[in-house]
């Protein structure tokens, strides 16, 4: 026969053992996986002019994700941007940006990540983002400066493809 102590100790291990189980199961069920494309139509900046066209694949990679991105701008140049980061508001190296060297990430709950633009040190950006409950749209709220220092204000949404 089991003490009431021995039930309690059975029951937190239980519950402990649940809920990293359900830590792990949403983190390999993470929405924000996968390719993604952007629907321009859709999407605003403010200022423009929009790009043509924007892919961007998210992976897992250990207990963050690799982001790369391949973007065809409004005169039609190519440009790519890619790091792997945590959710843990630590800086990691940005590759491919002009604006910024160094990219942190905080997951804000299980649909909504914000992500934090820096160069040497400053914040430069902040995207917020949000996948749909149907993991069908990924919208990107960003907030930023141009290099005069003039207010930017993006909304990107993106479709899978």
């Known amino acids: 026969m089991k003490t ?3 039930k309690l100790l059975y029951g937190i291990a239980a519950a402990a053992l649940a809920l990293s ?4 199961s949403a983190e390999a069920k993470d929405k924000r996986l996968g390719d993604w494309k952007l629907n321009v139509a859709k999407s605003k900046f403010s200022p423009g002019p929009a790009p043509k066209s924007l892919d ?3 992976e897992a990679a250990g207990k963050g994700v690799n982001v790369t991105t391949s973007t065809v701008g409004a005169d039609g ?5 890619e790091y792997t980061a945590n959710y843990d508001g630590k800086d990691n190296p940005l590759k491919g940006s ?5 990219v942190s990430m905080k997951r804000i709950n299980a649909t909504t990540v914000v992500r934090t633009d820096k160069k040497d040190g400053k914040v430069i950006s902040t ?3 949000v996948v749909s409950k149907d993991g069908k749209t990924y919208t990107v709220d960003v907030k930023s400066k141009t290099p005069k220092g003039e207010p930017v204000h993006n909304v990107l949404v993106f479709e899978r493809p």
């Open 4 to 6: 009431i102590t021995q």
């Open 21 to 24: 189980m359900t830590n792990v």
């Open 56 to 58: 961007l694949k998210i």
């Open 77 to 81: 140049a190519t440009s790519g941007q």
């Open 98 to 102: 002009a604006m910024a060297d160094t």
């Open 127 to 129: 995207l917020r983002s």
